[in-house]
C-alpha cells in the first residue's frame, strides 16, 4: 500500500468577503484555481469584533454545496427558502444550492474568537439544476475517536467505528478534524482516486518529511494511504478527500457552472428574480 506525499504546499492569500469580512483562502487562489471536486476553501479566525461582525449579509449561490464547520463562535444561517440555522462552535452546516439559494451567514456574538472553514464542493451537471437541500448539525451529533494522543471528529466518511454525518453522495466525500497531542501520529486509508489534502490550523504537522506550518495547506499526491505527524506542539487539522468530478468548471462570482451560457443565465435569472426555484427541505439533529 502506497503512502500519499505532499504535491503542493499552497499558503493561504488574504480576501475579504461579505460586508468587509477578512478570510483567508487556499483553495480557489492564483496558485491553486481548484481541486477537483474542491472549488473554494476559506478559514476565518478572529478575536477581534471589528474583522467578523459584518458578517455576510444575503448572497447567493448556484450550481455547487458549501460546508461550513464552525470551531468556535455561533452564526446564523437564514436563507430564501425559509431555513433559519444556528450554528455553534464544534457544529456543521450543509447546504446543496444546486439549481439556486440566497443566503445570509451573520454572527450572534458580539466579542470573542469566531473561525472555522468553509469548503466549496462541486456538482456533477447532472445535479446542478437539482432541489437545493440543506443539513445542520449540533455539536453533540458529530462522532468523534478518541484514542492513542489522537481525537477525531467524524463530519463525513469513517473513521474508526464511526460513521460522519455528511453524506456528499456526488464525491463520497472525507472531512476530519484531527486534533494530535505533540508527536503523536494519525493515519488513513483512502481511495486511490480520491483527491486529498490537508489543512493546519493549529500547531504543526508533518507529511513524508515535509512540515506543514500553520495556516499551510497542503494537496497530497497519489497513494492509498495518509500518514501525518504532529510537531513538538499539539497540531490540529482538518484531512479532506473527494472522488473527483471531472467536468469542465467555469466559475464566476456565487456561481459554478460547465459552461459560460450557464453562468450568464444564471446572473439573468439573480436579476431577474428567477433564481430560487425550489424549496429545500432541511435535515439534521
Given at each position: 500500500?502506497?503512502?500519499?506525499?505532499?504535491?503542493?504546499?499552497?499558503?493561504?492569500?488574504?480576501?475579504?468577503?461579505?460586508?468587509?469580512?477578512?478570510?483567508?483562502?487556499?483553495?480557489?487562489?492564483?496558485?491553486?484555481?481548484?481541486?477537483?471536486?474542491?472549488?473554494?476553501?476559506?478559514?476565518?479566525?478572529?478575536?477581534?469584533?471589528?474583522?467578523?461582525?459584518?458578517?455576510?449579509?444575503?448572497?447567493?449561490?448556484?450550481?455547487?454545496?458549501?460546508?461550513?464547520?464552525?470551531?468556535?463562535?455561533?452564526?446564523?444561517?437564514?436563507?430564501?427558502?425559509?431555513?433559519?440555522?444556528?450554528?455553534?462552535?464544534?457544529?456543521?452546516?450543509?447546504?446543496?444550492?444546486?439549481?439556486?439559494?440566497?443566503?445570509?451567514?451573520?454572527?450572534?456574538?458580539?466579542?470573542?474568537?469566531?473561525?472555522?472553514?468553509?469548503?466549496?464542493?462541486?456538482?456533477?451537471?447532472?445535479?446542478?439544476?437539482?432541489?437545493?437541500?440543506?443539513?445542520?448539525?449540533?455539536?453533540?451529533?458529530?462522532?468523534?475517536?478518541?484514542?492513542?494522543?489522537?481525537?477525531?471528529?467524524?463530519?463525513?466518511?469513517?473513521?474508526?467505528?464511526?460513521?460522519?454525518?455528511?453524506?456528499?453522495?456526488?464525491?463520497?466525500?472525507?472531512?476530519?478534524?484531527?486534533?494530535?497531542?505533540?508527536?503523536?501520529?494519525?493515519?488513513?486509508?483512502?481511495?486511490?482516486?480520491?483527491?486529498?489534502?490537508?489543512?493546519?490550523?493549529?500547531?504543526?504537522?508533518?507529511?513524508?518529511?515535509?512540515?506543514?506550518?500553520?495556516?499551510?495547506?497542503?494537496?497530497?499526491?497519489?497513494?492509498?494511504?495518509?500518514?501525518?505527524?504532529?510537531?513538538?506542539?499539539?497540531?490540529?487539522?482538518?484531512?479532506?478527500?473527494?472522488?473527483?468530478?471531472?467536468?469542465?468548471?467555469?466559475?464566476?462570482?456565487?456561481?459554478?457552472?460547465?459552461?459560460?451560457?450557464?453562468?450568464?443565465q444564471a446572473f439573468r435569472d439573480y436579476q431577474t428574480g428567477q433564481l430560487v426555484k425550489k424549496k429545500a427541505l432541511m435535515t439534521g439533529r
Open positions: 500500500m502506497s503512502t500519499r506525499v505532499v504535491r503542493q504546499i499552497v499558503r493561504a492569500f488574504e480576501i475579504t468577503e461579505g460586508a468587509g469580512v477578512t478570510v483567508h483562502r487556499t483553495i480557489g487562489t492564483p496558485a491553486l484555481r481548484n481541486l477537483d471536486p474542491f472549488l473554494m476553501l476559506d478559514h476565518f479566525g478572529s478575536d477581534d469584533p471589528d474583522d467578523y461582525i459584518a458578517g455576510f449579509p444575503s448572497h447567493p449561490h448556484r450550481g455547487f454545496v458549501t460546508f461550513t464547520y464552525m470551531l468556535d463562535g455561533h452564526m446564523e444561517h437564514r436563507d430564501s427558502m425559509g431555513n433559519c440555522g444556528d450554528l455553534r462552535s464544534g457544529g456543521a452546516q450543509w447546504m446543496k444550492a444546486a439549481s439556486g439559494v440566497i443566503h445570509s451567514e451573520m454572527p450572534k456574538q458580539m466579542d470573542g474568537l469566531m473561525r472555522g472553514f468553509q469548503l466549496w464542493i462541486n456538482l456533477p451537471a447532472a445535479e446542478k439544476m437539482s432541489d437545493p437541500a440543506y443539513q445542520e448539525f449540533t455539536p453533540h451529533a458529530i462522532p468523534e475517536v478518541v484514542e492513542d494522543g489522537r481525537k477525531v471528529r467524524v463530519l463525513a466518511g469513517e473513521y474508526g467505528d464511526q460513521h460522519g454525518v455528511i453524506d456528499d453522495p456526488g464525491t463520497d466525500m472525507q472531512y476530519l478534524d484531527v486534533g494530535l497531542n505533540a508527536g503523536a501520529k494519525f493515519s488513513l486509508d483512502l481511495p486511490a482516486s480520491h483527491t486529498v489534502f490537508v489543512c493546519v490550523y493549529d500547531g504543526e504537522a508533518e507529511i513524508g518529511g515535509t512540515k506543514l506550518p500553520r495556516y499551510s495547506l497542503a494537496v497530497l499526491g497519489e497513494g492509498e494511504k495518509v500518514e501525518i505527524q504532529a510537531g513538538s506542539e499539539d497540531t490540529r487539522f482538518i484531512c479532506v478527500a473527494g472522488k473527483p468530478i471531472g467536468e469542465p468548471i467555469v466559475q464566476h462570482g456565487p456561481f459554478v457552472m460547465n459552461t459560460r451560457a450557464e453562468i450568464e
